[in-house]
């Protein structure tokens, strides 16, 4: 049975070369977290594609599409991986993702392939175009950021954001409190960290935004 739906296709490829170790280990660990903590949000779970290079969902709504993005790339750093998200028509059988086909399908093979050129990790389109690009350009921004940071930096931010202490945040990592200073210092965790909570925010208000119009046209027909 083939089901037509709009909904948000968010689909994921590897850049060309080779994988880093144990990569379908860690995926299906990520798409099992991933599923379970934003199923909500979720219409078919993160999964696999049948292009080995390939990870997709459906999602309802776009308010956590950034913190799904965020965990994969955590999951499998240092690997790069490059993301589309639309907003479309998809034929989606009983599958699931295995077969998906449809308009959606389409864009987001166009715009991957506009992505591997321009050498850019994000681009979406939802539906209103200026805002797209705005959001696009923020989540390329905070990743070209995050790029440059060593796994050490980025242990270090991670720490330092949950305990909210320096010190802490070295007897956690057993190092010296100057150590994490100086790391902090020298990786614009402030302009990260700064980034995602604009960006987050931003996508609930859009995602929001979204919803309340799909119900209007709901109630209209």
């Not at 689909?11 to 299906?28: F, K, P």
């Not at 050498?119 to 200026?130: D, H, N, T």
Request: aromatic letters at 6%; glycine letters at 8%; charged letters at 25%.
């Amino acid at each position: 049975m083939v089901m037509k739906q709009k909904l948000y296709l968010l689909c994921g490829e590897t850049a060309s070369g080779g994988m880093v170790d144990d990569y379908q280990s860690r995926l299906e660990v990520i798409c099992r977290v991933v599923n379970s903590r934003y199923n909500k949000h979720l219409y078919t779970g993160l999964s696999p594609l049948p292009d080995p290079r390939r990870v997709g969902a459906v999602l309802l709504n776009i308010s956590r599409v950034y913190d799904i993005l965020d965990i994969i790339l955590k999951g499998l750093y240092p690997q790069s991986i490059r993301f589309v998200l639309v907003h479309g028509v998809m034929e989606i059988t009983e599958e699931g993702l295995d077969h998906l086909q449809g308009p959606a399908m389409e864009k987001a093979t166009q715009m991957m392939a506009r992505l591997e050129k321009d050498g850019l990790f994000f681009e979406m389109s939802v539906e209103r175009k200026e805002t797209d690009l705005a959001l696009s350009g923020l989540v390329n921004s905070v990743q070209l950021l995050k790029q440059g940071l060593s796994s050490k930096k980025r242990r270090i931010i991670s720490e330092y954001v949950k305990t909210g202490n320096q010190s802490q945040a070295a007897v956690n990592l057993s190092m010296t409190q100057q150590g994490v200073s100086k790391a902090l210092k020298s990786s614009n965790w402030r302009e990260i960290i700064d980034g995602e909570q604009k960006l987050q925010r931003a996508l609930e208000i859009y995602s929001d935004r979204l919803g309340r119009k799909q119900r209007s046209l709901d109630d209209f027909y």
